[in-house]
């Protein structure tokens, strides 16, 4: 070749000029702005705070008609009969925030590669590290700001606390990606699961020890902190500088690690990783909660079953509710999440410091709620995701969204009433605090079934650039189905649990906009739309005639 032709061959782009030009690329395919998208979310949010606003307006009437004293309405503290100071509870905390980091990075990572970018990128030319570099930015900034919010939450629940302790904590959380990316390269990332699971079941252990023992004493939980370096703060006790070099150490030798490691990662292993992030980015994009569970669950383990006879069955009724039943059964984990979704709102409560708020715990409440009740409408998930089956059925779509109203309402109620208890009893409701909650079983029902039956996005309509790539509108607007019903459903319950106590009328109420919530999901079947596999294959078919034609 001689020297014109090798001074006329074009510049080779690094890995930095190909991101900015897939980027580029990406947004030049976008229909709308994010700023657009605001507008579909107005409704919903104005919608929101009237609610809460009318919930605070009636805890505050009642309070005068009653003639009792104000108890702070909205803003009212909790009075738990056996409160958990806040050096335990940070220790809870930090449990809790080591088990759910550590479990993400082994599930999704905790560096990881689409299946288009090891296609496109990983094959080129170019040094790997430079495509790698951007994510593990991404990953030790979240790390820190994760690490730096725990040690907020810890200090403003204390009251005490100082800048150093706060970075400290922010030095731990990035040390904690060290861990996890040192495991990666190593091929050890299934031991991070045990180590998530480990540190989850610490928690409960931890509270169980300070109720019954009255605590682990404070040397013992100094050296086993050592194990741990989220927990170094905890360990080094009231020296924080001793805290602050030990996390500044360990996070300075994971940005040393990721660095080097960055054109080291497995091809295959980056790919599994990046399949799993890309599932778990398409579950939030279309609002599939119940997908996104499946996923961060991990494989199930195929496992021998006994054969059931099912000599119970005998119409195509009891057939429905036989597949409801057997369905629940045979997932362990959703029974396991809805005992973990029942003790929540009740550590809401006996927490002192910072969640010592009554709003925190009708928070925690409602979320938990609604998250159990997802838990028990995954049959009609996967039915809307795939109606021939129903169609098969000799009912009326009517009648079988009411036969698969059934378990939820029974699971509910049974997921409600043991809630309660433990929330009535560390707070001093008591039974009326159970009955309340009981009766707003058939809203959160209702909820339920109206997020597992919401329509299918339509891809065809505007989208949006995110940074997981584009987002329809539509699936966006989605958001409001199903959470709506779930907030209503817990007005009532709010107004009680801020008031302290219950009128009698309340109940009534209670029940009858639960009732009245779950008769507008069932009394009428939803007008029909294509699911996503009807779709999926009317569009596979249609590309298919074009390529016949050509």
């Not at 009653?66 to 009969?81: E, I």
């Not at 080129?124 to 994760?146: D, I, N, Y």
């Amino acid at each position: 070749m001689s020297t014109d032709e090798t001074a006329a061959a074009p510049e080779r782009l690094n890995a930095a000029q190909i991101r900015a030009l897939t980027s580029r690329a990406s947004k030049s395919r976008s229909d709308k702005s994010l700023t657009d998208v605001v507008g579909d979310f107005y409704t919903s949010i104005f919608t929101a705070i009237i609610a809460v606003t009318m919930m605070g307006g009636a805890v505050t009437g009642i309070e005068k008609s009653a003639g009792s004293p104000s108890s702070g309405g909205l803003l009212r503290t909790v009075s738990p009969v056996t409160p958990v100071p806040i050096f335990w509870a940070s220790v809870l905390m930090l449990l809790v925030g080591v088990a759910i980091t550590l479990g993400l990075l082994a599930r999704l990572g905790p560096m990881s590669s689409s299946g288009d970018q090891a296609t496109w990128w990983l094959s080129l030319p170019v040094e790997r590290r430079g495509f790698m570099t951007p994510g593990l930015t991404r990953l030790l900034s979240v790390l820190f700001a994760t690490g730096l919010a725990g040690s907020l939450l810890a200090v403003l629940g204390s009251g005490t606390g100082s800048p150093i302790g706060m970075v400290s904590g922010a030095l731990g959380g990035m040390a904690l990606g060290g861990i996890a990316i040192g495991m990666q390269v190593l091929g050890l990332r299934s031991l991070l699961v045990i180590v998530a699971d480990i540190a989850a079941i610490a928690a409960p252990i931890v509270l169980a020890a300070y109720f019954f023992v009255g605590g682990i004493p404070a040397s013992g939980l100094g050296t086993a902190g050592l194990a741990v370096p989220a927990l170094w703060p905890l360990a080094a006790g009231t020296d924080e500088w001793i805290a602050a070099g030990l996390s500044a150490v360990f996070a300075a030798a994971t940005i040393w690690l990721g660095i080097a490691a960055a054109g080291r990662f497995r091809v295959r292993e980056l790919v599994a990783a990046g399949g799993v992030s890309s599932r778990v980015a398409s579950s939030i994009t279309t609002l599939d909660t119940r997908e996104l569970s499946r996923v961060l669950a991990g494989p199930v383990k195929r496992r021998a079953r006994r054969n059931s006879k099912f000599r119970w069955v005998g119409s195509p009724a009891a057939a429905l509710l036989a597949s409801e039943i057997t369905l629940f059964v045979r997932s362990p984990r959703r029974i396991g999440q809805l005992v973990v979704l029942a003790v929540v709102p009740t550590l809401a409560t006996v927490i002192q410091g910072v969640l010592s708020s009554m709003a925190v715990v009708f928070l925690a409440f409602l979320v938990c709620a609604f998250s159990a009740a997802l838990t028990t409408v995954e049959s009609s998930r996967q039915a809307e995701i795939n109606p021939s089956l129903d169609r098969l059925l000799p009912m009326e779509a009517r009648t079988v969204y009411r036969i698969r109203s059934v378990l939820p309402l029974i699971l509910l109620t049974l997921w409600m009433a043991a809630t309660c208890i433990m929330l009535g009893i560390v707070s001093g409701m008591g039974v009326q605090l159970v009955l309340l909650g009981v009766l707003t079983v058939p809203g959160f029902a209702g909820a339920g079934l109206r997020s597992a039956y919401r329509p299918a996005p339509d891809w065809s309509s505007p989208s949006i650039s995110g940074p997981t790539g584009p987002i329809p509108t539509a699936a966006i607007s989605a958001l409001r189905r199903g959470p709506d019903f779930a907030l209503f459903s817990s007005l009532t319950f709010g107004v009680g649990l801020f008031l302290g106590f219950v009128p009698n009328w309340l109940f009534a109420v209670d029940f009858g906009i639960a009732l009245g919530l779950w008769a507008l999901v069932v009394r009428r079947p939803m007008p029909h739309k294509k699911s996503l596999m009807e779709r999926m294959q009317e569009s596979q078919e249609r590309l298919s005639e074009q390529q016949a034609r050509r």
